[in-house]
T-cell receptor, first 112, second 115 residues
C-alpha cells in the first residue's frame, strides 16, 4: 500500500539546537515534495518545495533534503527558537497532478 | 493582503442537520480544495475544483457535496452530518498554472462540532 510516514511522536529540543524531522514514503515516485507548518487550530502554511532532481534546498534557517533512492526527506531547522514550535507536515504530489497527499505531521516543541 | 478566508471559524450543528461551510479567496487562483482534518491526523482531500471542473476523491462519502459558483467562492455542504464528521475543514487554493510544482494556500479552517 502507499504510505507517507512522519514520526508521530513529538520532538522536544532545546532552544538553539538543530531540529531534524523525517518524512518517509513508499510506493510513490513524486516529482517533488513540500513541507508545511501548521499551528494549533490553523491551516497549514507552505514552507519549502524540493524537486526530485534537487538534493537540498535552503531558506533562511530551514533546510530540506530529498533522497529519492531512500524515499525520504529530512527537514532541518537550525538555531531553533520557541517560535518554531508547531506541527510540520510533508506532502507529496503522488499523481503528478498538483493534488497533494499529506503525512500526519510531526509536532516540534522547542524549549527555552 | 491576498488571502483565503473561511467562515465561520467554528460551526456547531446537530446530528443530521445540513450544514454549509464557505470559503473565499482573493488570490484569483484556478484551483480550490476542501480537506477534512481530524485531530492529530493528516489533512484528507475530499474534492477539488479546477475552474468549474469538479474532481471528487474516490473515498469521499456522498454526504459531502461542493459548489463553486464563481472563481472566488467555494462551498462545502454536508447533507446529513454524523458524529464522525466532526473535524476541522480546510479550504486551500493553488494557481493551477504550474501543475508540476503548485503550492497550496490554506485558509484558517472551520472547526465543525456535531451534537
Amino acid at each position: 500500500s502507499q504510505k507517507i510516514e512522519q514520526n508521530s511522536e513529538a520532538l522536544n529540543i532545546q532552544e538553539g539546537k538543530t531540529a531534524t524531522l523525517t518524512c518517509n514514503y513508499t510506493n510513490y515516485s513524486p516529482a517533488y515534495l513540500q513541507w508545511y507548518r501548521q499551528d494549533p487550530g490553523r491551516g497549514p502554511v507552505f514552507l519549502l518545495l524540493i524537486r526530485e532532481n534537487e538534493k537540498e534546498k535552503r531558506k533562511e534557517r530551514l533546510k530540506v533534503t530529498f533522497d529519492t533512492t531512500l524515499k525520504q526527506s529530512l527537514f532541518h531547522i537550525t538555531a531553533s527558537q520557541p517560535a518554531d514550535s508547531a506541527t510540520y507536515l510533508c506532502a507529496l504530489d503522488v499523481s503528478n497532478t498538483g493534488k497533494l497527499i499529506f503525512g500526519q505531521g510531526t509536532t516540534l516543541q522547542v524549549k527555552p | 493582503d491576498a488571502m483565503v478566508i473561511q467562515n465561520p471559524r467554528y460551526q456547531v450543528t446537530q446530528f443530521g442537520k445540513p450544514v454549509t461551510l464557505s470559503c473565499s479567496q482573493t488570490l484569483n487562483h484556478n484551483v480550490m480544495y476542501w480537506y477534512q482534518q481530524k485531530s492529530s491526523q493528516a489533512p484528507k482531500l475530499l474534492f477539488h475544483y479546477y475552474d468549474k471542473d469538479f474532481n471528487n476523491e474516490a473515498d469521499t462519502p456522498d454526504n459531502f457535496q461542493s459548489r463553486r459558483p464563481n472563481t472566488s467562492f467555494c462551498f462545502l455542504d454536508i447533507r446529513s452530518p454524523g458524529l464522525g464528521d466532526a473535524a476541522m475543514y480546510l479550504c486551500a487554493t493553488s494557481s493551477g498554472l504550474a501543475v508540476m510544482a503548485d503550492t497550496q494556500y490554506f485558509g484558517p479552517g472551520t472547526r465543525l462540532t456535531v451534537l
